[in-house]
T-cell receptor, first 116, second 116 residues
Framework: GAVVSQHPSRVICKSGTSVKIECRSL??????MFWYRQFPKQSLMLMAT?????????EQGVEKDKFLINHASLTLSTLTVTSAHPEDSSFYIC????????????FGPGTRLLVL | AQTVTQSQPEMSVQEAETVTLSCTYD???????LFWYKQPPSRQMILVIR??????QNATENRFSVNFQKAAKSFSLKISDSQLGDTAMYFC?????????????FGTGTRLTIIP
Protein backbone atom coordinates (compact mmCIF):
# COMPACT_ATOMS: atom_id res chain seq x y z
CA GLY A 1 0.00 0.00 0.00
CA ALA A 2 0.91 3.66 -0.19
CA VAL A 3 3.18 5.24 2.41
CA VAL A 4 1.83 8.45 3.86
CA SER A 5 3.70 10.83 6.14
CA GLN A 6 2.52 13.79 8.18
CA HIS A 7 4.52 16.63 9.63
CA PRO A 8 4.66 17.61 12.37
CA SER A 9 3.58 14.65 14.46
CA ARG A 10 2.84 16.92 17.37
CA VAL A 11 2.50 20.68 17.71
CA ILE A 12 1.72 23.02 20.55
CA CYS A 13 0.82 26.60 19.76
CA LYS A 14 -0.61 29.69 21.39
CA SER A 15 -4.18 30.75 20.82
CA GLY A 16 -4.50 33.06 17.84
CA THR A 17 -1.61 31.65 15.85
CA SER A 18 -1.82 29.62 12.65
CA VAL A 19 -0.53 26.09 12.29
CA LYS A 20 0.30 24.25 9.08
CA ILE A 21 0.15 20.47 8.85
CA GLU A 22 1.68 18.66 5.88
CA CYS A 23 0.54 15.38 4.38
CA ARG A 24 2.86 13.69 1.92
CA SER A 25 2.48 10.65 -0.25
CA LEU A 26 5.93 9.10 -0.42
CA UNK A 27 5.37 6.58 -3.20
CA UNK A 28 2.06 7.38 -4.81
CA UNK A 29 0.69 10.26 -6.82
CA UNK A 30 -2.59 11.44 -5.41
CA UNK A 31 -4.96 13.88 -7.07
CA UNK A 32 -7.17 13.55 -4.01
CA MET A 33 -6.36 13.46 -0.32
CA PHE A 34 -8.68 13.45 2.66
CA TRP A 35 -8.41 15.28 5.97
CA TYR A 36 -10.00 13.89 9.12
CA ARG A 37 -10.35 15.18 12.63
CA GLN A 38 -10.53 12.92 15.67
CA PHE A 39 -11.39 14.10 19.15
CA PRO A 40 -10.28 11.99 22.13
CA LYS A 41 -12.11 8.69 22.34
CA GLN A 42 -14.20 9.53 19.32
CA SER A 43 -14.36 8.44 15.72
CA LEU A 44 -12.81 10.02 12.65
CA MET A 45 -14.83 12.79 11.07
CA LEU A 46 -14.11 13.78 7.49
CA MET A 47 -13.35 17.48 7.28
CA ALA A 48 -12.57 17.97 3.62
CA THR A 49 -11.39 16.45 0.38
CA UNK A 50 -8.23 18.01 -0.99
CA UNK A 51 -8.08 18.21 -4.78
CA UNK A 52 -4.84 18.79 -6.68
CA UNK A 53 -5.10 21.87 -8.84
CA UNK A 54 -8.51 22.95 -7.59
CA UNK A 55 -10.37 24.01 -4.48
CA UNK A 56 -10.93 21.64 -1.62
CA UNK A 57 -14.40 20.25 -0.96
CA UNK A 58 -15.46 20.81 2.62
CA GLU A 59 -17.95 18.75 4.59
CA GLN A 60 -20.98 20.43 6.02
CA GLY A 61 -20.22 22.38 9.16
CA VAL A 62 -16.49 22.76 8.50
CA GLU A 63 -15.36 26.39 8.24
CA LYS A 64 -13.46 26.93 5.01
CA ASP A 65 -11.74 30.07 6.26
CA LYS A 66 -10.71 28.34 9.46
CA PHE A 67 -9.22 25.24 7.89
CA LEU A 68 -7.34 26.19 4.74
CA ILE A 69 -6.39 23.32 2.48
CA ASN A 70 -3.87 23.53 -0.33
CA HIS A 71 -3.05 20.61 -2.59
CA ALA A 72 0.20 21.95 -3.98
CA SER A 73 1.33 18.89 -5.90
CA LEU A 74 0.45 15.26 -6.53
CA THR A 75 2.35 14.29 -3.39
CA LEU A 76 1.61 17.11 -0.95
CA SER A 77 -1.47 18.51 0.72
CA THR A 78 -1.42 21.01 3.57
CA LEU A 79 -3.99 21.87 6.20
CA THR A 80 -3.61 25.25 7.88
CA VAL A 81 -5.56 25.91 11.05
CA THR A 82 -5.90 29.69 11.10
CA SER A 83 -6.23 31.71 14.29
CA ALA A 84 -6.22 28.54 16.33
CA HIS A 85 -8.23 28.34 19.54
CA PRO A 86 -8.23 25.71 22.29
CA GLU A 87 -11.33 24.06 20.81
CA ASP A 88 -9.28 23.32 17.67
CA SER A 89 -7.08 21.01 19.72
CA SER A 90 -7.51 17.60 18.19
CA PHE A 91 -5.85 14.79 16.25
CA TYR A 92 -5.71 15.46 12.52
CA ILE A 93 -5.26 12.59 10.09
CA CYS A 94 -4.81 12.63 6.33
CA UNK A 95 -5.39 9.77 3.93
CA UNK A 96 -5.04 8.87 0.28
CA UNK A 97 -7.52 6.88 -1.79
CA UNK A 98 -6.21 3.58 -2.99
CA UNK A 99 -7.61 3.99 -6.45
CA UNK A 100 -10.22 2.27 -8.54
CA UNK A 101 -8.61 -1.14 -8.36
CA UNK A 102 -7.99 -1.08 -4.63
CA UNK A 103 -10.88 0.90 -3.16
CA UNK A 104 -9.51 1.65 0.24
CA UNK A 105 -7.65 4.49 1.93
CA UNK A 106 -4.11 4.73 3.22
CA PHE A 107 -3.74 6.77 6.36
CA GLY A 108 -1.00 9.03 7.64
CA PRO A 109 0.23 8.68 11.22
CA GLY A 110 -1.67 11.78 12.34
CA THR A 111 -0.80 15.12 13.91
CA ARG A 112 -1.69 16.00 17.46
CA LEU A 113 -2.49 19.70 17.83
CA LEU A 114 -2.69 21.36 21.22
CA VAL A 115 -3.71 25.01 21.36
CA LEU A 116 -2.99 26.76 24.63
CA ALA B 1 -26.49 9.25 3.36
CA GLN B 2 -24.87 6.22 4.89
CA THR B 3 -24.68 5.55 8.61
CA VAL B 4 -22.56 3.04 10.49
CA THR B 5 -23.42 1.91 14.00
CA GLN B 6 -21.22 0.12 16.48
CA SER B 7 -23.24 -0.66 19.58
CA GLN B 8 -20.39 -1.92 21.76
CA PRO B 9 -18.30 1.00 23.07
CA GLU B 10 -15.96 -1.30 24.97
CA MET B 11 -15.17 -4.99 25.12
CA SER B 12 -12.60 -7.10 26.87
CA VAL B 13 -11.57 -10.70 26.46
CA GLN B 14 -8.94 -13.06 27.80
CA GLU B 15 -5.90 -13.68 25.67
CA ALA B 16 -6.33 -16.62 23.25
CA GLU B 17 -10.12 -16.38 23.36
CA THR B 18 -12.38 -15.43 20.47
CA VAL B 19 -14.24 -12.13 20.35
CA THR B 20 -16.83 -10.72 17.98
CA LEU B 21 -17.34 -7.02 17.34
CA SER B 22 -20.68 -5.90 15.94
CA CYS B 23 -21.42 -3.40 13.21
CA THR B 24 -24.60 -2.46 11.38
CA TYR B 25 -25.02 0.04 8.60
CA ASP B 26 -27.71 1.71 6.62
CA UNK B 27 -27.52 2.43 2.92
CA UNK B 28 -29.63 2.43 -0.19
CA UNK B 29 -26.64 1.46 -2.33
CA UNK B 30 -26.34 -2.04 -3.75
CA UNK B 31 -22.62 -1.98 -4.42
CA UNK B 32 -20.24 -0.84 -1.70
CA UNK B 33 -17.30 -1.82 0.46
CA LEU B 34 -17.11 -2.45 4.19
CA PHE B 35 -14.00 -2.28 6.29
CA TRP B 36 -12.68 -2.90 9.74
CA TYR B 37 -9.85 -0.61 10.77
CA LYS B 38 -7.73 -0.96 13.86
CA GLN B 39 -6.33 2.04 15.74
CA PRO B 40 -3.77 0.98 18.37
CA PRO B 41 -2.44 3.40 21.00
CA SER B 42 -0.06 4.83 18.39
CA ARG B 43 -3.24 6.07 16.65
CA GLN B 44 -2.06 4.87 13.25
CA MET B 45 -5.08 3.58 11.33
CA ILE B 46 -4.49 0.04 10.11
CA LEU B 47 -6.72 -1.84 7.69
CA VAL B 48 -7.75 -5.15 9.21
CA ILE B 49 -10.12 -6.57 6.63
CA ARG B 50 -12.25 -5.55 3.67
CA UNK B 51 -15.50 -6.94 2.27
CA UNK B 52 -17.00 -6.23 -1.14
CA UNK B 53 -20.77 -6.19 -0.99
CA UNK B 54 -21.25 -8.09 -4.23
CA UNK B 55 -19.24 -11.01 -2.88
CA UNK B 56 -21.25 -13.45 -0.81
CA GLN B 57 -18.20 -15.16 0.62
CA ASN B 58 -17.08 -13.73 3.94
CA ALA B 59 -13.59 -12.19 3.91
CA THR B 60 -10.88 -13.70 6.08
CA GLU B 61 -7.37 -12.52 6.97
CA ASN B 62 -5.53 -14.98 9.17
CA ARG B 63 -7.14 -14.71 12.64
CA PHE B 64 -9.65 -12.12 11.46
CA SER B 65 -12.88 -12.97 9.72
CA VAL B 66 -16.18 -11.25 9.09
CA ASN B 67 -19.80 -12.30 9.08
CA PHE B 68 -21.36 -10.24 6.33
CA GLN B 69 -25.16 -10.33 6.20
CA LYS B 70 -26.15 -8.04 3.35
CA ALA B 71 -29.90 -8.30 3.81
CA ALA B 72 -29.61 -7.54 7.50
CA LYS B 73 -26.94 -4.87 6.82
CA SER B 74 -24.71 -6.43 9.40
CA PHE B 75 -20.94 -6.73 9.30
CA SER B 76 -19.35 -8.26 12.40
CA LEU B 77 -15.65 -8.92 12.98
CA LYS B 78 -14.43 -12.11 14.64
CA ILE B 79 -10.97 -12.23 16.12
CA SER B 80 -9.78 -15.73 16.90
CA ASP B 81 -6.96 -16.65 19.26
CA SER B 82 -6.81 -13.05 20.45
CA GLN B 83 -3.39 -11.60 21.22
CA LEU B 84 -2.24 -8.74 23.41
CA GLY B 85 -1.36 -6.79 20.27
CA ASP B 86 -5.01 -6.84 19.27
CA THR B 87 -5.74 -4.30 22.00
CA ALA B 88 -6.95 -1.23 20.11
CA MET B 89 -9.92 0.78 18.94
CA TYR B 90 -11.73 -0.93 16.10
CA PHE B 91 -13.73 1.07 13.61
CA CYS B 92 -16.22 -0.29 11.13
CA UNK B 93 -16.40 1.78 7.94
CA UNK B 94 -18.51 2.04 4.79
CA UNK B 95 -17.37 3.15 1.36
CA UNK B 96 -19.32 3.76 -1.80
CA UNK B 97 -17.17 2.90 -4.83
CA UNK B 98 -15.77 5.89 -6.63
CA UNK B 99 -12.81 6.81 -8.77
CA UNK B 100 -10.38 8.82 -6.71
CA UNK B 101 -12.96 10.09 -4.27
CA UNK B 102 -13.68 7.13 -2.07
CA UNK B 103 -15.10 8.66 1.10
CA UNK B 104 -15.22 6.56 4.24
CA UNK B 105 -18.01 6.74 6.78
CA PHE B 106 -16.89 5.47 10.17
CA GLY B 107 -18.76 4.00 13.09
CA THR B 108 -18.14 5.28 16.60
CA GLY B 109 -15.69 2.53 17.40
CA THR B 110 -15.26 -0.31 19.87
CA ARG B 111 -12.41 -0.24 22.35
CA LEU B 112 -11.11 -3.79 22.65
CA THR B 113 -8.86 -4.83 25.50
CA ILE B 114 -7.12 -8.19 25.53
CA ILE B 115 -6.46 -9.32 29.08
CA PRO B 116 -3.28 -11.32 29.75
Amino acid sequence: GAVVSQHPSRVICKSGTSVKIECRSLDFQATTMFWYRQFPKQSLMLMATSNEGSKATYEQGVEKDKFLINHASLTLSTLTVTSAHPEDSSFYICSLPGGLAIQTQYFGPGTRLLVL
Amino acid sequence: AQTVTQSQPEMSVQEAETVTLSCTYDTSENNYYLFWYKQPPSRQMILVIRQEAYKQQNATENRFSVNFQKAAKSFSLKISDSQLGDTAMYFCAFMKPSFGNEKLTFGTGTRLTIIP
